[in-house]
């Protein structure tokens, strides 16, 4: 079973989210020193809370997840879907967002930890492009949102 | 449909590409995100906060950092505030200009250093550091998605400076302006 390349996805998805990556911060390092009064701060220049964009970091892994699986026809289309129910992006919620991310997380890392290389080029059923790009993309969109938090948090 | 690229370097180099120009499967690249702020939003500083034109000479100095890494400049690093962020002083028009041209020429000759490497080469030490260049060069991408997040919200709180500037706005940001739903 070859998995060299995966086995860099991995590592990549799981220093992104847990610490040690190269360009800086990583989500649980924001998690961790987050005081719980910003968490569910509404900001005039931008659309979500920071609760929200933990919702949706979840909600993108339980995608990859359900894609894995094989559902052609899962997608995150609502902004419910995508940002959470109004119930589930408030401050007492908080705990409860946080063990959902981490869940999703680590049935993602040892789902992949099962497969192989040949995921890689193989297409996300229901969509047009790769687990390649949609592994490496998702690394990415935690990147990009992590930079969002930041500023949101100041 | 897109067909996966045989070697692991084009498909690095493809990522880094979409990164910066635009089809990253997260959403906005740097240049979708950078290209319609103008002068005074880019210089505009909010408390605690880099400028997004502080971000985007950031951005160009680490490309260099990566760039003169792969020249085999075992030496060079970025220890100062002002190597790092800048001394940028007042942002007009030309100031603003210019951060975005050598970011751009950053990429263009990044790219291009990067022509004739092959699969080997992405397991080979970064001179002066203990990482290998997968490593580095999957770093610079998420390097520059993190900050990207940062200028796609700095964009939004810098303060509208007059009238004009704000109609001008409305046209040049439609792609984005209803926040940052991004397509995933």
């Keep these: ?154 | 449909m897109e067909e996966l690229q045989t070697r692991e370097i084009d498909r690095i180099k493809t990522l880094l590409n979409a990164a910066f120009h635009g089809g990253s499967w997260h959403g906005p690249s740097v240049l979708e995100n950078v290209k319609d702020i103008k002068p005074k939003t880019a210089g505009n500083r909010q408390k605690g906060i880099h400028t997004i034109a502080e971000l985007v000479y950031h951005m160009t100095t680490w490309r260099i950092f990566v760039l003169k890494k792969i020249q085999g400049e075992a030496e060079f690093d970025i220890r100062t505030e002002k190597q790092n962020w800048g001394n940028l002083k007042e942002i007009d028009e030309f100031e603003w200009e210019t951060l975005q041209m050598e970011l751009t020429l950053s990429h263009d000759e990044l790219m291009s250093s990067l022509e004739d490497k092959d699969d080997n080469f992405l397991l080979e030490i970064v001179p002066g550091s203990e990482y290998d260049f997968y490593t580095l060069l999957h770093g610079i991408i998420n390097h520059d998605l993190y900050h990207n997040g940062q200028i796609g919200i700095l964009k939004k709180m810098a303060p509208k400076s007059s009238k004009f500037d704000d109609d001008d706005e409305m046209k040049s940001s439609r792609y984005f302006n209803d926040g940052f739903d991004d397509e995933y």
Aim: aromatic share 12%.
């Design chain 1, 1 to 154: 079973m070859n998995r060299k390349e995966l086995d860099k996805i991995i590592d990549n998805l799981d220093t992104v989210f847990r610490g040690d990556a190269w360009h800086g911060p990583s989500v649980m390092e924001f998690i961790n020193s987050m005081p719980l009064n910003v968490v569910d701060e509404r900001k005039e220049y931008s659309k979500y809370s920071i609760c929200q964009i933990i919702y949706h970091l979840g909600a993108w892994r339980r995608f990859v997840l359900e894609k894995i699986g094989g559902n052609i026809r899962y997608d995150l289309v609502s902004e419910e879907e995508n940002y959470g129910t109004e119930e589930a992006i408030t401050k007492q919620n908080w705990p409860n967002l946080v063990e959902q991310l981490r869940a999703n997380q680590e049935e993602l890392i040892s789902t992949l930890e099962s497969l192989d290389d040949d995921l890689l080029v193989k297409l996300v059923p229901g969509q047009d492009y790769t687990y390649y790009k949609l592994l490496t993309g998702l690394i990415q969109h935690d990147t990009y949102h992590l930079g969002m938090i930041w500023v949101l948090w100041e």
